[in-house]
């Protein structure tokens, strides 16, 4: 017996397709091509590749994601690339605590200044190591965040793609070998 939802072979006692998992009915003809043509099923990945969209319309991030996709490590690059997420996690959080750390330490010598200036005191903290140290801590809070997003967004387009995917395994269009 065929399954009248996928087309795959099935004894002609089984209850449920071993394909799709979808009920068998006992109306079900022998050749399901006698009745209507069903949908085409996808043997590999490979096939699945076929549906996704032209490499001149993607995003660069969305090509990334397909190409991890495609690739035998698949799995453990997703698991690297959320590893790294989460070291920019906090990175960025602890780059803050620095920056805030060194403003709050900026402020304390203003605070404590002796009777001098308060412009001539302003200039002479502006000029030390520790705004140069505050300045390269922005900095690398500013990339910290951009890696951020960028590695954020590549592991949304992969599970994107695995929905995908997914949802055609569901429909019994997909076969993985």
Not at 1 to 10: D, E, I, R, V
Request: neutral net charge.
């Amino acid at each position: 017996m065929y399954c009248s939802h996928c087309g795959a072979q099935n004894a002609d006692d089984d209850l449920f397709c071993g394909c799709c998992g979808q009920r068998l009915s006992g109306d079900v003809p022998v050749n399901p091509a006698e009745d209507e043509e069903l949908p085409p099923v996808m043997d590999s990945r490979a096939e699945f590749a076929m549906l996704r969209p032209p490499e001149s319309e993607m995003r660069p991030l969305t090509k990334i994601a397909y190409d991890i996709h495609d690739s035998e490590q698949a799995k453990t690059i997703s698991a690297v690339l959320s590893v790294i997420f989460v070291g920019l996690c906090l990175g960025v959080i602890a780059n803050l605590l620095a920056i805030f750390e060194k403003m709050n330490n900026l402020t304390y010598s203003l605070k404590t200044s002796s009777g001098t200036k308060l412009a001539d005191e302003i200039y002479s903290q502006l000029r030390g190591d520790s705004t140069m140290d505050l300045v390269w801590l922005c900095v690398l809070f500013a990339s910290l965040v951009l890696l951020y997003i960028v590695v954020g967004k590549i592991k949304l387009r992969l599970k994107k793609i695995y929905r995908k995917e997914k949802k055609f395994k569901a429909k019994g269009l997909f076969i993985d070998i």
